[in-house]
């Protein structure tokens, strides 16, 4: 069974291991940083090279998002046209080219959304599996600690 760095397998994903996916993946959707969830991805249609918040990196190197973007968004867009096109398409043309339309119109109005995504899992595997040249910031700080209070 594989063995990541932190001597984790595949099935010993700890509670907090899932709340730090699910975390970062809805920081992602709402087009925030995935470490630390204020500061923005995007200034308009283009992406922001760190936080402007934590200082978060969001891709090292160019092209290291262009994975987690072709498999995760891509690749079921192309399978929803495709089930349309020859699915419906052929038999009922409008229906088929109404549902093209909407499917296109809902594309571009969830882009970056879906392009935040990509960017979090990306983060999430720069967490997973680290790489010591890789600077992410320590982890943030998330309310008041209880051993704190008197």
């Not at 992406?47 to 498999?71: K, M």
């Not at 809902?106 to 960017?119: D, L």
Request: aromatic share 10%; hydrophobic share 40%; glycine share 10%.
């Amino acid at each position: 069974m594989p063995v990541d760095l932190q001597g984790r397998t595949a099935n010993s994903m700890t509670p907090s291991d899932w709340n730090l996916i699910r975390t970062a993946l809805r920081r992602g959707l709402r087009k925030r940083c995935p470490h630390c969830g204020k500061g923005r991805l995007y200034s308009g249609w283009s992406q922001l090279e760190r936080c402007s918040s934590c200082g978060l990196v969001y891709s090292r190197n160019p092209g290291d998002v262009w994975a987690f973007i072709i498999f995760g968004d891509r690749l079921p867009i192309a399978a929803i046209i495709a089930v349309i096109y020859f699915g419906v398409l052929r038999f009922h043309r409008v229906l088929g080219l109404t549902m093209l339309a909407v499917v296109a119109g809902v594309g571009i109005w969830t882009t970056q959304n879906r392009w935040g995504a990509g960017i979090a899992l990306h983060y999430l595997s720069r967490i997973f599996w680290p790489d010591p040249a890789d600077p992410v910031p320590p982890p943030v700080a998330t309310g008041p600690r209880r051993d704190a209070e008197g």
